[in-house]
């Protein structure tokens, strides 16, 4: 379980999402995955993805899935390129959980969530040495998705 590759969670996301009617933008899928992401590191203290999410301007994002995810093309859960992550039950759950309980947000109101005072984009923002595309520490993640329930 965890360390998958993050371009493939965005695939299997908006896979997921498409098979049970729903449309994923950009902004969507990146506070999705820093649902998740956030979610297997407070509760199994694992990382799901392989990149750390950086504090961009709108909010957590990550960089690989910007460039690599492709919009237009709608591929299946089933599909090989991720059969990986089909074949596993945690993550599988997990993810259909996030989608039902967080894809009925606006993109907007996700982003304005991922922004709230003490969030951990907004406490990496305020750091001495901050500079945009600064990875989000862990140990703030952590801290404020421990009392999230999926």
Avoid: C
């Avoid at 750390?52 to 591929?75: C, E, H, L, M, N």
């Amino acid at each position: 379980m965890g360390n998958y590759d993050s371009v493939t969670v965005a695939n299997y996301l908006l896979a997921l999402a498409y098979k049970k009617g729903i449309v994923l933008n950009v902004t969507k899928v990146q506070k999705l995955l820093f649902i998740a992401y956030g979610y297997f590191l407070a509760k199994y203290n694992q990382h799901l993805l392989n990149e750390p999410p950086r504090a961009w301007p709108f909010g957590p994002v990550f960089p690989k899935t910007r460039k690599q995810v492709d919009y237009s093309k709608i591929i299946g859960v089933e599909d090989a390129s991720l059969q990986e992550i089909a074949a596993d039950p945690i993550v599988t759950d997990t993810l259909s959980r996030i989608i039902d309980r967080y894809s009925k947000f606006s993109a907007s109101q996700l982003s304005d969530w991922s922004h709230m005072p003490g969030s951990p984009w907004d406490k990496t923002t305020k750091e001495a040495s901050f500079t945009w595309d600064y990875p989000i520490p862990d140990e703030y993640i952590k801290e404020y998705f421990s009392g999230i329930e999926i």
